[in-house]
């Protein structure tokens, strides 16, 4: 584990920033494959699951639970291996310190140190120009521990589209989807394209409340193939394809079947072969699947190292391109992905819009990789946020990147 930073310690030296990045552990990463967090509390989220199986939602896990049952989701749900090749791309630890701006809620000034002492901060990863600038974890998470991405996981099957595109398996982002899913040809999905879907403006209804249970996404957020299609089947349609956004995990599990059945294969071994081992991810990750289908659903759920969702950013930043000069995306696919939606001009292909040219894959309880092009700046974190949505973390996750990308601009 790193070590948090003393406030003390800076009080006592007269600073009000840190002006030091924490200890970077060495290159080499050794992954552990132990338990992460409190066995008994795990032994119960599995033991639920074998009881109820899918119904023993995660949405309503206590915060405890999450604690440990995000970093240990291969021991309590179905999941399927993205495995690491044997060269990791090299994350070097930066040569120079890092000076880190303060950062604004409501007005009021708060420090990096008290973003991190927030029991929500599970773990944050600062990488610019490809070095280390600063890295910090909680207490019992470190860079082994794989964590739940929620809908970070929407951004990387975003990537995938592209690659399914670049390798012909997908002619264009305006082709519908029925030409992909002819199940859907008698439904509110008939002329819905795949770039409707990516930039979740279908048309058709969905509630994406996570605090009611009655809701879309409490009641099918986790579907998947013909349970998916069934549910999909049966929403009305609620405006025009393209002219009203509408967040819909629905539709990026949508976007992860029309993947599977574009490329003809599994995402996790499209993901593997694509970018994981090519781009040189350092640990395996694990992709949630569903029991009825034994297929990943395209909007949540792949789990990851922090490091791993770090490179997962510079995987972005390169356009998809790999380290030996192989493109994998198309060329501008990034730019084209990330442009603004006519529906919502925060948001482009599964994407989260940023100011400037910057864009952010960002999931539920406060998981998120932004990607600075600009600055060649890329920043991660891991959290266990108290709710899923709208919580007093979340603005400080808000302030602290806004920060960062102040301190580091050029």
């Known amino acids: 584990m790193l070590p948090r930073l003393s406030r003390a310690l800076l009080a006592a030296a007269g600073l009000t920033l840190v002006t030091a990045c924490a200890p970077v552990p060495p290159e080499t990463e050794t992954l552990a494959t132990s338990t992460h967090g409190d066995p008994a509390v795990l032994a119960e989220l599995v033991a639920r699951y074998e009881d109820v199986g899918t119904d023993a939602d995660i949405l309503f896990w206590t915060e405890a639970e999450r604690r440990t049952g995000f970093a240990n989701i291969r021991d309590i749900y179905p999941t399927r291996t993205v495995a690491a090749g044997d060269s990791p791309r090299p994350l070097p630890r930066a040569e120079r310190d ?55 996981t929407k951004s990387v099957t975003s990537m995938l589209i592209g690659a399914a595109i670049e390798d012909g398996y997908i002619q264009d982002v305006n082709d519908p989807v029925t030409d992909y899913l002819p199940r859907l040809k008698e439904t509110a999905y008939a002329d819905v394209t795949v770039a409707h879907v990516l930039q979740m403006a279908s048309g058709v209804a969905w509630n994406e409340d996570y605090r009611d249970k009655a809701s879309d996404v409490s009641r099918a957020g986790g579907a998947n193939g013909m349970r998916l299609y069934r549910y999909l089947a049966d929403l009305p349609r609620a405006g025009a394809p393209g002219e009203v956004f509408n967040y819909n995990t629905g539709e990026s599990n949508l976007a992860g079947a029309l993947l599977r059945a574009a490329v003809g294969n599994n995402a996790s ?48 930043l390169s356009d998809g391109v790999l380290p030996n000069g192989e493109r994998v995306l198309p060329e501008g696919w990034m730019a084209r992905s990330t442009a603004p939606s006519p529906a919502q001009p925060r948001y482009g292909y599964l994407w989260w819009l940023a100011p400037g040219d910057a864009y952010v894959a960002r999931g539920i309880f406060g998981q998120v990789i932004l990607v600075d092009p600009a600055n060649d700046l890329v920043i991660a974190l891991h959290s266990n946020a108290s709710s899923a949505t709208r919580t007093p973390y979340a603005d400080h996750v808000s302030g602290l990147l806004h920060g960062l990308r102040q301190q580091l601009a050029r």
């Not at 420090?111 to 990488?127: E, K, N, R």
Request: with cysteine.
């Open 98 to 152: 890092l000076a880190m701006a303060t950062y604004l809620v409501d007005d009021q000034t708060f420090s990096l140190d008290d973003f991190l002492a927030m029991p929500d901060s599970m773990g944050l990863i600062v990488v610019q120009d490809g070095q280390v600038l600063f890295e910090d974890y909680a207490q019992g998470h470190g860079p082994e521990t794989p964590w739940m991405s929620f809908s970070v």
């Open 269 to 316: 071994s499209y993901l593997q072969e694509k970018i994981w081992q090519p781009f040189g991810m350092a640990a395996d990750a694990y992709w949630v699947t569903t029991p009825d289908s034994g297929a990943e659903l395209g909007g949540c759920c792949l789990n990851a190292t922090l490091r791993d969702y770090a490179r997962l950013g510079l995987f972005a």
